[in-house]
Each structure stands twice: as structure tokens, then as C-alpha cells.
């Protein structure tokens, strides 16, 4: 029933969580919450060093977008090779960093082996996942919410229930009622 509430977007009170995990399943959940929130401020050095190599590179290119507008083509083409330049040197920061560990490509937002084409531009160059760019690429993994980690354990709980006898429920409001098969016993003719 609860997990029907979650699924539908009905609200959950903690009490309704604790009836059916108990006290250690809620304090559980309140760990594994802390864990969740605690992980999503820690990011990896080499990621923050290839963000800081890209924000330089952006620079650049936005100091071009401005020469350009004011119509000076000549700084705006050298503003232009600088950010190139620049972003080309973080992309193969990158592609180096990754291929050393590969775990490292959580971290980016869209793929930047060796052989793939990446655009030396702002839409173009891979982003952080952290990022919140207009261009950063939205296949990066969603965030977990509190509410998904309760309905997971609740889930949890359910396939434990599930394994044990089963329970043939009795929609009469009284509660659960244990089946059996009455042809078992000895005695009776039917």
C-alpha cells in the first residue's frame, strides 16, 4: 500500500515508514540518506582540474564573442585560437585522466574517448556532471532522493515478506489472515 502511495506521488509519513521497516529500518534510512547527501559533495580532483581548464578556455571565448561584436575581428580571431587552444589541451587532460581510470566517466557528461569528435566550443566540450551549464548534456545520472532510497528499503522489505509463508489477505479491514487447506487435516469429509 505504501509503495503504491510513492509511486502514485502521494505523500508518506515517517510513522507509516517506521510501522513497517521498525526503528532500526528508520535509522537505517536515515544513514543511508546522510551517505547520499555527503557523496554528492565529493568530486574527484582530476575532474576539478579539467572544469578549471575549461572554465579558462570559456573565457577566452567569450572575450572573442565580445572583440567580434565590437568589430575587432583580429583579437577576436586570436581570443578564438587561445580558447581552441586551450580547450584542446583540457579535453586531452581529460581523455588521459580517463583512460587511467575509467571510473572517472561518471563524471562527465557525455563520452570523450580516443577517436570520438569533441567540439572546441561552449555546446560542444563535455562538462562535469556537477555543472550547471545550458549546455551540459542531460544524460548524466539523476540524483537519488530521500524518498526513492524509503521506497527501495520498503521494496526490500515487501520481497522479504514475500519469501516467507504466504499470506492470503482478507480485504475486510481486520487485517491478515493465514491460508490453509482445510482437505489437510485428518478426519474431515468433504
Known sequence: MLIHRFDNGGS???????????????????????NEKSSRNYKPKEIVEYSERIRRGLIYYALGDKQSLKGDGYKA??????????LENAVEYLREVVSTDSSLRLWIDRDVGFGIEVELCPVGIPRPVWSTSNY?????????????????????????????????LVNLGFGTKRSFDISSFSGFKF
Open 12 to 34: 508518506v509519513t515517517r510513522s507509516s515508514i517506521e510501522r513497517v521497516l521498525g526503528a532500526t529500518g528508520l535509522s537505517r534510512l536515515d544513514t543511508e540518506w546522510m
Open 77 to 86: 580571431r586570436k581570443s578564438f585560437h587561445k580558447a581552441e587552444s586551450i
Open 136 to 168: 551540459k548534456s542531460q544524460c548524466s545520472l539523476p540524483k537519488v532522493t530521500k524518498r526513492d532510497l524509503a521506497r527501495e528499503m520498503l521494496q526490500t522489505e515487501l520481497e522479504k515478506l514475500v519469501g516467507r509463508e504466504p499470506l492470503e
